[in-house]
């Protein structure tokens, strides 16, 4: 419960939230789910703006533009002189660009680029600098656990003298968002920063939302700073987005914010229900789905999401299916890449416009609102026309500075003529428009939903990451979820339920299995 403060609902936690905005030194904050951490990050910096009485600044580091985004509009004009953007061009900027000459040699002052496409793989750290000495791109290793421009980054920060006293000097705070999800050199960075250079970081994460292993996420990083002796450590718990129903059964799943269970009256708010065959199981999300609600469908894969949604579809239950976008590929990814994606959302998303697109140039003061608006204009209108497609979308690269790579850029203009010409992405782009939905575990990060419906088969708990990625998806929902159950594996699936209320009672609450979900079947 909360409590009602003039006519405003006060979270359970104000006195963290409140002791967050005036602690001194590093901080560390675990927030759960639904829990406001934007809110609270964007607190913190516009205080510290306020109280800064030198020629210091921030940096606000994200691992999307999106995010990124979020961030400056809502700090407005308390963003100042900071740098608000994501961690590659953070050390591109920063770092790399401006000093690596300073340790490598005069042979690397000039433009370097970030391309972290396939093409440009590499294998050894020697490899890496000889391609950037060769064609001024920075690469990637082929084994993604391991981070080049990371790396790269730390060896010029030990390596350069003017360059530690840079970032030292400019910097009086640098604030991390989603650090569960970085990698172990971008850990070792931060680290450096902070224990080094004595830089204090705000760091704000989950780890209980890692759901990013398989590109070399690094939860245990996160984990590291929060036993740091360093940093003060919070918590924030209380949840604004789900019911208490909701909340009490991904809790439980989660040894780190178990004892917040709390005592509240059970209405089949969650239901598992045991089906033999597909056509049981949509006859009974076709009694149980609130049509007038938002609910999604979140699945493993791309696949799965397609049939299920074709299935209800078919049963007269208008399930939209969410396709990952071509253009969000990593194999795709470089410095350009941003423009590719700005643009199809320009193309397709429903609501985004030409100053969208503005807000997504690194330094949009430079460009004219005018220009850019009749470029994307070219683009729409031949954009069923393949050639003068391709030439017109060359043209806003070109505009924007990008236009010594052709090759690649070229390529990801084929992936936006796929992606414009292709009415199966329109609700990628456009999930706001679609109450129900069906798409993967991944695509609902960060996206809330009254009702959500999981398979219980895609869950094996016992293998590495499959909790973060489950407590991900039964977070996701405001008032109901619904898990489906695949007749062999109820017992499975009952088991991990029963151990987990087991586990919560050994913790002096009192709980049972019937309190938290209904088994139907």
Known sequence: MSESVGGFMSPLDKDIRNEILTTEGSIVISASAGTGKTYTTIQRIIKDTDENNNYQTFAAVTFTRKAAKEILNRLGPNKGEGFVGTNDNFIWLEIIQPFMYDVYGLDFKKEIKPDFSNENEIITYDEGIEKIRSTQLICKYRNNKNNFA????????????????????????????????????????????????????????????????????????????????????????????????????????????????????????????????????????????????????????????????????????????????PLDYTNLESEHIWIARAIAHYSVEHRYSEYDFMDEIPMPETYKITKIKKLLRGIEESKSEQLKH????????????????????????????????????????????????????????????????????????????????????????????????????????????????????????????????????
């Not at 782009?429 to 895609?458: P, R, W």
């Open 150 to 325: 990371f790396q790269l980054a730390i060896e010029i920060l030990k390596g350069s003298y003017s360059c530690r006293r840079y970032i030292k000097a400019k910097y009086y705070r640098i604030y991390i968002d989603e650090y569960q999800d970085c990698d172990v050199d971008m850990h070792n960075f931060f680290m450096y920063l902070c224990d080094e250079l004595k830089i204090l970081l705000f760091v704000v994460g989950d780890s209980k939302q890692s759901i990013y292993g398989f590109r070399g996420a690094y939860s245990e990083g996160f984990t590291e700073i929060i036993n740091k002796q360093s940093f003060e450590s919070f918590e924030l718990w209380h949840n604004f987005r789900s019911n208490r129903v909701i909340q009490n059964y991904s809790n439980i799943f989660m040894e780190s914010v178990r004892k917040h269970y709390q005592q509240t009256e059970f209405n089949d708010e969650i239901i598992a229900f045991k089906y033999g065959s597909d056509s049981e199981a949509i006859e009974y999300i076709s009694d149980w789905i609130n049509v007038g609600k938002k609910c999604a469908f979140l699945n493993f894969s791309n696949r799965n999401a397609e049939s299920w949604s074709e299935q209800l579809n078919d049963n007269g239950i208008p399930f939209v299916f969410i396709p990952s976008s």
């Open 390 to 521: 391709e030439e017109n979308c060359i043209k806003l690269y070109k505009y924007l500075g990008y236009d010594e790579d052709l090759k690649k850029i070229k390529r990801e203009i084929s992936k936006i003529y796929e992606v414009t010409n292709d009415d199966k992405y329109i609700p990628t782009y456009n999930q706001d428009l679609y109450k129900l939905t069906s798409g993967t575990i991944h695509s609902s990060k960060g996206l809330e939903f009254e009702q959500v419906i999981i398979n219980a088969q895609d869950y094996d708990l016992t293998r590495e990451g499959i909790e973060f990625l489950h407590y991900v998806a039964i977070s996701r929902p405001e008032e109901r979820l619904l898990i489906i159950v695949q007749n062999g594996s109820m017992d499975r699936y009952k088991g991990y339920i029963h151990n987990k209320v087991l586990k919560t009672r050994e913790l002096g609450i009192s709980v049972d299995l019937n309190q938290v979900i209904k088994i139907v079947g």
